[in-house]
């Protein structure tokens, strides 16, 4: 498993709050009051998706809080969408703009600027931003006259998360399928005025946004889905490490349950194999340090499930469950023997179909064997000063270790070979007219070093190179056909011979 992550920082969307002077009463006396109007206008960015139910880009409610010179909330304006709003200014007086965009309901219960910089924006994470995605913006101004505008830039206080999935690692053998993709130990609330927050306690973590269907499906045809989550700078908690394997909670001590992970949970199936896998990954800048999601950036993942990681066992990255195995692989011959300057070829069997395998030895090399391999066909190769005798095993593995064969490979000295035939019954005794069947087997047996290294008998009765024939001492008493068929016609005891492959081999006729 692979997790590949490239980082677009810091993208900020400008909301423009024009300000345009009229005549309204003035907050504090003397001087010109000048009256602000405020109207919102924004820049598109990238797209949304479901679980965000409003468009990422879109406000569906504003409050903007403005302050003086000594830290007062001066005027406080919220818009649940009625939208320019208006608040209250004084000409040559310098203002500080606090905006904040799409919190569900009117804030309450701020009376100064530093209300404003310990407010703490809380998510129901559960909900996913139904209201839109949280923006705050800070901007100090002064008026200067009656007619004056003024600009806010808005920044999201949630990383984007745009997920990949490649199948490419998986396609030699079976396929992988998604059904679930969710964040989890995501922040659930963050102070919008102040950057580089995390979270210092785990109970303010929890499960996070999720990919609905229609996301999945995106997912599991190669597209991309994204995901929200309020910003986390938990930093480079692991520092010097370049193993991706190692960012795991063992390694982080207390702050495993602070820092955001993503995890998908899905099946794999191929002929005779499937199950499923659960893989996690912690998120940042890198895959092996940084534990970083910054507020307004885009973060860009491609996930890469491996067959060669799969069943990992009492890994946090990768857990298996529930799984199936009903293949099997055997050689087609269990010894086998190749000549000193010969070649000899092995074929794999696969049931219930083909899958990856990977060949290994012991001892081949040594002995002077070396095997090659084109499909599913495995040659042998003898050195011509290979070491007579000797022998080494070669193997067979599936592609993720769980099934294998073997076949021991041995150096030939020189074969011999021994035919013999041999007809049965060996006696057959019969009255005038009836008839027995005689039956010619072929045994031929193959030597190494004067040691029987193989058998094979053959019925060779009614084939077209036998041949059965009478004794003189038996052709008054009885017939035999070219298939070994005894017929008695008279009285007597004779001989039924049959010689094949340069053997031959006798039965004893009996008529009475």
Same mark, same amino acid.
């Given at each position: 498993m692979e997790l590949l992550i490239t980082i677009i920082m810091k993208k900020k969307v400008p909301i423009i709050l024009l300000l345009l002077a009229t005549l309204l009463s003035c907050h504090k006396e003397g001087g010109e009051c000048g009256g602000v109007r405020v109207s919102f206008t924004l820049d598109s960015f990238s797209l949304s998706r479901s679980s965000c139910l409003t468009g990422e880009d879109e406000i569906t409610a504003v409050q903007l809080f403005v302050t003086d010179a000594d830290g007062d909330i001066v005027d406080d304006v919220f818009s649940g969408g009625g939208f320019p709003v208006s608040f209250k200014g004084r000409v040559g007086e310098t203002y500080r703009l606090y905006a904040f965009a799409n919190h569900p309901? &009117?804030?309450?219960? *701020? +009376? +100064? &600027?530093?209300d404003i910089l310990g407010w703490e924006y809380s998510a129901n994470l559960s909900e996913h931003f139904p209201c839109g995605l949280p923006m705050a913006g800070v901007k100090e101004w002064t008026v200067t006259g009656r007619d004056a505008e003024v600009s806010i830039e808005l920044t999201r206080l949630v990383a984007k998360l745009l997920l990949t999935l490649d199948k490419s690692l998986m396609s030699l053998h079976g396929n992988f399928t998604a059904d679930s993709v969710r964040l989890r130990n995501c922040p659930s609330r963050i102070r919008p005025f102040a950057e580089g927050q995390k979270i210092s306690d785990a109970a303010d973590a929890g499960d996070g =946004?999720?990919?609905g269907e229609e996301d999945l499906a995106v997912f599991n045809s190669g597209g991309s889905v994204c995901f929200y989550v309020l910003e986390n700078m938990q930093g480079d908690l692991l520092p010097g490490n370049g193993d991706p394997w190692a960012k795991t909670p063992e390694n982080l001590s207390s702050k495993a349950d602070l820092c955001t992970y993503l995890e998908v949970e899905g099946s794999y199936s191929s002929p005779g194999y499937s199950g499923r896998d659960s893989y996690r990954m912690y998120l940042g800048s890198d895959n092996s340090s940084n534990f970083d999601l910054r507020r307004n950036s *885009? @973060?860009? *993942?491609?996930?890469? !499930?491996? &067959? =060669?990681?799969m069943r990992k066992e009492g890994n946090w990255k990768i857990t298996a469950s529930d799984w199936t195995d009903t293949r099997s692989m055997y050689f087609t011959s269990s010894l086998l023997n190749v000549m000193p300057g010969k070649e000899m070829s092995l074929e794999l069997k696969f049931s219930p179909a083909d899958f990856g @395998? %990977? *060949?290994?030895d012991s001892?081949?090399?040594d002995v002077g064997l070396s095997y090659s391999a084109i499909g599913n066909t495995v040659t042998l190769s003898c050195a011509e000063d290979a070491q007579i005798g000797k022998s080494g095993l070669l193997t067979a593995t599936s592609w993720d270790g769980r099934v294998e064969t073997s076949c021991t490979v041995r150096v030939g000295s020189g074969r011999t070979t021994l035919s013999e035939l041999s007809v049965t019954p060996a006696e057959v005794t019969l009255a005038v007219g009836e008839t027995a069947q005689l039956k010619a087997m072929y045994r031929v047996? @193959? @030597? &190494? =070093?004067?040691? !029987?290294v193989n058998v094979i008998d053959f019925d060779v009765t009614s084939d077209k190179e036998v041949e059965w024939s009478v004794g003189k001492r038996g052709d008054q008493c009885f017939s035999i056909s070219p298939t070994g068929l005894v017929t008695a016609l008279s009285a007597g005891t004779g001989y039924a011979f049959c010689t094949?492959?340069?053997?031959? +081999? +006798?039965?004893?006729? #009996? %008529? #009475?």
């Open positions: 309901s &009117e804030i309450t219960g *701020l +009376s +100064s &600027e530093a =946004d999720v990919a *885009l @973060y860009r *993942l491609t996930f890469i !499930p491996s &067959e =060669d990681n @395998y %990977v *060949l290994s001892g081949l090399s047996s @193959y @030597y &190494e =070093d004067g040691v !029987p094949y492959g340069g053997a031959g +081999s +006798s039965s004893t006729i #009996k %008529v #009475k």
